[in-house]
Structures are given as C-alpha cells and as structure tokens.
C-alpha cells in the first residue's frame, strides 16, 4: 500500500510541477448537471469536453432519482465540491443513499458532510482500506490536490451497508430499481458500478476514468485483473450503454474498446519484454505504444505507472 500511494503521489506532484498547480483544483472546479434520462443525472465538470483533448479532468458525480428518494454517486473531495451536487440532488427529493465507486478521497471525502439520515454504500474493501489507511490518505490527497483545499477538514465516514466481494445489491427507489455491482478488480480492490438498467446508464468511477485518449491508471498494479474486469463489464452492458466515467463527460460502450485495446497491448508489449530478457528501464521503451498517445499525462501514467506494475505482475 505505501509504494501505491507513493508512485501515485510522485505522479501527480510531477504532474503538478509541470502546470504549477494541481491537476485540477477543487476550489475552482464548477459542476454542471446532464440529465440523461428520468430521474438519472450526471454531474460533470464544466471543462469534463476537454477530456477528448487528453486534459485530466475532476470527479464527476450521479443523481438518480426514485418516488422515494434520491441516491448519489460519489460524495466528492471537499465541502466545496460537495455541495454543488448536493444542491441538485435536494431539487429532485429526499436523499437517502450515497455510493462510493471506491475508497479515494475525490470519490468519497464528502461523506463526511452527509447527514446521519443517509446511507453510506460501499465496498467492503473499501471500509477496510479507509478504517487502515485514512491519515495515510489525506497526506497523499493534500500532496496531489494541494493544501487549502478543505482535505485537511475532512473525518472519515465509511460505509452503513457494504458490498461483499463479487457480489451485488440492489435498490428500490420507488419506481426505479438501482444495482450497485461489484464486477471485480478495476482500479482498487474495492470498485462499484452503479447501473440503472431501466435508463442503461452505467456509472463506472475509475476504472473507466474517461474516454480516449485517457488511460486506465493501474496504481494497485494487477494489469491481468483490470483487462478481465473491464471485459466483464463491457460484456455485461447492453450495446446502447451509456457510461459516466470517473472523470471525463458521457460515454457510449463502445469507447470502453480503446480501455480494453491499451490494456491487452500493454500486457502483451511488457510478457514480450519479459520474454527477452529486458530489464524494467528496457521495457518501458519496447512498451512505448505509440498507437495510445495522446493523454496529457501519458508518460505518467504509461511509463511511470502501468508499465512498471505490468513488469512486476508478470515476473512473479
């Protein structure tokens, strides 16, 4: 755990000293809200087109809405940020669940801001992370996202019902039935897709974190698990899916391809370097993958990240 949060920390502090602030800044970010169909909303970030440009945008978030209250996805960073998805939800009812798609503190920080009256959902994986690791967690966040950004406020609130491993729940909010679905290991140990199947809008945190160019960012490592949850997924959804990402503006299924393409040419590109002989610094120039450029943070995230958690994985 303390190597994932270090590379991932190092990433972002490099990311960050590139632009001279944040990757994106909490206390500037504005949500919009996209209905997507009755009762089901997205809330996105206002630059959330820019993601095609290959720019990392901030959290997005969902609203889904029943004849007996309203669920949220994902309670975001801070104070901030929570309370504009908030303000929506309350247009649209009482709201009685929040989910966290997995532990991180952009996805779940704003817990800490709901009323008691609300129930928490997460993984179980997830809880276990947070009740181990929260101290750990907001040093890593203040790193990447910087100070000032009410992080430093922030108690951890972890989940009043959990979703066991591979498994699944399901929601009645009144004339709309939610499942929050474990398909397996995407970013974390701890990952949920809340999907509405009456809508088919699936939304998916990060390990779908936006559309082409961006990349599945692997800071836990596990590249074989992350391709076979990423096909689950895929295969489960109808071919008129549509996704909101963890961090990008809506999706159709079909751009879930160039997740799946990138991860299966990174996997083959690092067993082949492993097939020769090479060492790590050798493999991270044979894995160049050329074809999937185009994210701002490509030599992050490719090279500083998934190349190097590919080499680990397949030299055991």
């Known amino acids: 755990m303390k190597i994932r949060m270090t590379a991932a920390a190092l990433l972002l502090a490099a990311c960050a000293a590139q632009a001279g602030e944040p990757v994106w800044d909490a206390n500037k970010v504005e ?18 087109a820019r ?40 247009r649209h009812g009482a709201l009685r669940y929040a989910v966290n798609t997995s532990y991180h503190g952009d996805h779940s920080y704003g817990n800490y801001y709901l009323p008691k009256s609300v129930t928490v959902i997460q993984h179980a994986a997830a809880k276990a992370y947070v009740d181990a690791n929260f101290a750990k967690d907001v040093q890593f966040m ?13 108690r951890p609130r972890t989940g009043d019902v959990l979703v066991a491993k591979d498994s699944r729940l399901q929601l009645d909010l009144g004339g709309k039935v939610v499942e929050i679905i474990d398909f397996g290991f995407g970013q974390t140990g701890g990952d949920l897709v809340v999907w509405d199947p009456q809508a088919k809008v699936a939304f998916t945190g990060n390990p779908v974190i936006a559309g082409q160019p ?5 800071l836990d490592g596990h590249v074989q698990d992350t391709l076979d949850t990423l096909t689950r997924l895929y295969n489960f959804l109808p071919a008129d899916a549509r996704i909101v ?4 503006p809506v999706m159709a299924k079909e751009a879930m391809k160039w997740h799946l393409d990138y991860l299966a040419a990174l996997k083959a590109a690092v067993q082949d370097a492993h097939a020769k002989g ?10 160049d993958l050329p074809a999937f450029k185009g994210y701002a943070i490509y030599d992050w995230v490719h090279k500083g990240i998934n190349v190097p958690a590919a080499y680990a994985e397949f030299r055991k």
């Open 31 to 48: 949500l919009k809200v996209q209905k997507l169909a009755d009762g089901v909303y997205a809330m996105l970030p206002a630059d959330a």
């Open 51 to 90: 993601a095609a440009d290959g720019v990392p945008i901030a959290t997005t978030s969902g609203i889904l809405v029943g004849s007996k209250g309203v669920l949220v996805v994902d309670t975001m960073i801070n104070e901030r940020l929570h309370k504009q998805v908030m303000a929506e939800a309350k």
């Open 142 to 154: 203040e790193g990447a996202f910087g100070k000032g950004r009410g992080i430093d406020k922030i």
């Open 214 to 218: 961006s990349l599945p960012w692997l």
């Open 245 to 248: 990402p963890g961090h990008g």
């Open 278 to 287: 090479m060492t790590l610094e050798q493999a991270q120039s044979h894995a």
